[in-house]
């Protein structure tokens, strides 16, 4: 199974883009869902977000707050690094059942869509890592345009992450968004031809691909013979 890394800026288009690969029939994991999930009332990742922030941060219904939550650590860099480092484990281990999943049902490509993959390091996994590209104007415009917040908020956000252009540094393939939804999927129609192509030996084993398969493998062989075969392991 090829796993595609997707990432980018905040607003820089990768969700744009998630949808685009979508329409083409190859499934996607979205690391904002999964950290949405993780941070669901009741769950191990909300107990400890709310032990560590207080129940300040929750609305009426217990949910969290996300918009308040959100500019407390965008404005703030410890209680962002905290949050990170609470849901971390709960995030990975989310993203690992969706690729499991979608690798028991045979899927031969799918697209991990992780705002963070570098920052995470979850690029060594994938291959290729694709980063969506805009320059910093357009992604302030659309930011605000599209979350409804001010320029500072805005600014806040977009440094708390690397800078995109240390993301396009490293990446294997740029898509550059600062244009129209029209060139952005003319743009995608030459990285779908990469993107199908199966992957190489040495793309196999140097995206660490095959630790990941022999590790599912045993996961699933464990699985089986617990349940099914019924073995005392
Ligand atoms: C702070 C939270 C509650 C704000 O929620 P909100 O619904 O307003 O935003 P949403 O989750 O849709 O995120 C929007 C974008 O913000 C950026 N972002 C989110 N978390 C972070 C972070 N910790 N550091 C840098 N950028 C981030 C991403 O580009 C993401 O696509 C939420 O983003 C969160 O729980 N973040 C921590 C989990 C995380 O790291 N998520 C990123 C997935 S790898
Ligand atoms: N080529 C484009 N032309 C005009 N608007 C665009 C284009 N690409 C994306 N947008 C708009 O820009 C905004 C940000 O795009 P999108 O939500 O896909 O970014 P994202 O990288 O997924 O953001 P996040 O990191 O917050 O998940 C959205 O409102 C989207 O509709």
């Known amino acids: 199974m090829r796993i595609v890394g997707l990432t980018g800026g905040i607003a820089s288009g990768k969700s744009t883009v998630s949808k685009l690969f979508k329409a083409q029939g190859i499934p996607i994991v979205d690391a904002d869902i999964v ?5 669901k009332k009741g769950t191990g990742g909300w107990k400890k977000v709310v032990d560590a922030f207080g129940d300040g941060i ?8 996300r918009p308040n939550l959100g500019r407390i650590v965008f404005s703030n860099p410890d209680k962002r690094q905290l949050l990170n480092r609470l849901l971390a484990p709960y995030i990975s281990s989310g993203i690992f059942q969706e690729i499991l999943k ?34 910093r104007e357009t992604q302030l415009n659309r930011l605000v345009s599209r979350d409804r917040i001010t320029e500072e908020e805005a600014n806040n956000k977009i440094d708390a992450q690397m800078p995109l252009d240390s993301k396009k540094d490293k990446a294997d ?61």
């Open 58 to 65: 929750l609305q009426p219904d217990g949910e969290v707050d």
């Open 173 to 233: 393939i740029v898509i550059d968004n600062t244009g129209s939804l029209d060139d952005l999927n003319e743009h995608l129609q030459n990285v779908l031809r990469v993107v199908n192509r199966p992957l190489t030996w040495s793309e196999f084993v140097l995206s660490r691909q095959g630790a990941f398969s022999a590790f599912a493998f045993v996961v699933v062989g464990v699985f089986v013979a617990k349940n099914i075969f019924k073995c005392r392991l």
């Open 102 to 135: 979608l690798w028991l049902k045979g899927h031969k490509v799918i697209v991990l869509d992780v705002p963070l993959l570098f920052e995470a390091k979850m690029d060594k996994w994938t291959n290729p890592v694709i980063v969506v590209w805009v320059d």
């Open 35 to 39: 950290a949405r999930d993780a941070l």
